[in-house]
């Protein structure tokens, strides 16, 4: 179903004036971004930190970490890097170990990403290597051959080509294997760019 954001407003204001809407607001905030989530990101950003403040007043630390890592997601895709880092780095600090491996290797990626964007090379291979050797000791291939490709992108830029061509090598041997096809295909158009 399509929601209007009047309708998305109102169902708010119902879950608010429930008995039980404290404990059911959080997650109506959180249902509330999913409906935005066709790129109206300022309402969707507006509905985390709404839902984020309500898990904290609640003390429900896995859900408020979820939600703020959902924000770091959001800024980083609107590279608001700053922003993005200091929620990758609540979600981490907040959600500990009950974090999913995933989250984590995101976070971690996240982190490099946000170096890379700003040129800071050394720093940005430091954490993909981090990423990957977290991603590796879980045995997460998929995200071990996207960040074997995220490191051999760097030596491409460096213009260390056989580096390069050895990483995206890797990465091509954990995604062939998988349901990650456009991530095979970006990868053997980035072995045929670095020839």
């Known amino acids: 179903a399509v929601y209007t954001e009047k309708e998305v407003l109102e169902l708010l204001t119902v879950a608010r004036n429930k008995p039980f809407g404290e404990s059911l607001l959080p997650s109506v905030y959180n249902w509330a971004l999913t409906v935005f989530g066709d790129g109206r990101m300022d309402a969707a950003l507006a509905y985390f930190l709404e839902s984020a403040e309500l898990y904290k007043a609640k003390n429900k630390k896995f859900a408020q970490a979820m939600s703020y890592f959902e924000i770091a997601m959001i800024h980083h895709k609107a590279k608001n890097l700053e922003e993005a880092k200091i929620y990758y780095e609540k979600t981490l600090t907040l959600g500990k170990d009950s974090l999913d491996v995933r989250t984590r290797i995101n976070c971690y990626n996240g982190f490099a990403l946000i170096h890379n964007d700003k040129n800071q090379l050394d720093s940005a291979l430091k954490a993909f290597r981090r990423a990957y050797r977290f991603a590796e000791s879980h045995g997460d291939k998929i995200w071990m051959g996207i960040l074997s490709g995220n490191i051999g992108s760097i030596h491409k830029y460096r213009e260390a080509y056989d580096s390069s061509l050895f990483y995206y090598f890797r990465n091509l041997s954990f995604v062939r294997n998988t349901l990650e ?10 072995i045929g760019n670095t020839y």
């Not at 096809?181 to 980035?190: D, K, Q």
């Open 181 to 190: 096809f456009e991530n095979e295909i970006e990868t053997y158009s980035n």
